[in-house]
């Protein structure tokens, strides 16, 4: 079973609701300026993907973690020639930093992400990932797995 709540029900929200079995699931509509899909989906057409074993890179953000402030949930990914550096910031405002080796061949680039979402994201994860570097800041970061059948996309902090 499947209707809509149109305005006209319900002027304040838009609802879709859809009951299979056991199952419910409800989508609001919001009204507001969405992104351009642009922005959201990068082109990463001629840019070449760091590749990264998913595990080793869980590890060294996990124990850049340990050290890590708990007041700032952010992190920076630096991108470089066959090496990724993860770098969070210490009580002390020191810098902890683990570096991870991956194949990779771009300019050296720095990312800043919410380490909670990648994290979770990454612990759903086996093997090798392809990561699809933005083209300007604040821009979106591609995650490919199984070689593009799937892909994540990640909003950076800066």
């Not at 850049?64 to 993860?86: D, P």
């Amino acid at each position: 079973m499947a209707f809509v709540a149109s305005k006209k029900d319900n002027p304040a929200k838009t609802h879709l609701f859809l009951d299979a079995g056991d199952v419910g699931f409800c989508s609001r509509l919001l009204e507001a300026r969405s992104l351009e899909w642009q922005f959201i989906v990068p082109d990463t057409g001629g840019k070449s993907p760091a590749t990264v074993d998913s595990g080793q890179l869980l590890a060294a953000i996990k124990e850049t973690q340990i050290v890590a402030s708990t007041a700032y949930s952010g992190m920076i990914l630096t991108f470089e020639r066959n090496k990724l550096t993860v770098s969070g910031q210490k009580k002390d405002g020191s810098t902890a930093k683990l570096t991870v080796s991956m194949k990779y061949s771009g300019k050296k680039v720095d990312i800043e992400l919410n380490r909670e979402c990648f994290v979770a994201m990454l612990q759903a994860l086996n093997g090798d990932i392809r990561i699809f570097t933005p083209v300007e800041p604040g821009g979106t970061l591609k995650v490919d797995v199984n070689d593009g059948k799937f892909s994540y996309f990640l909003m950076t902090l800066k």
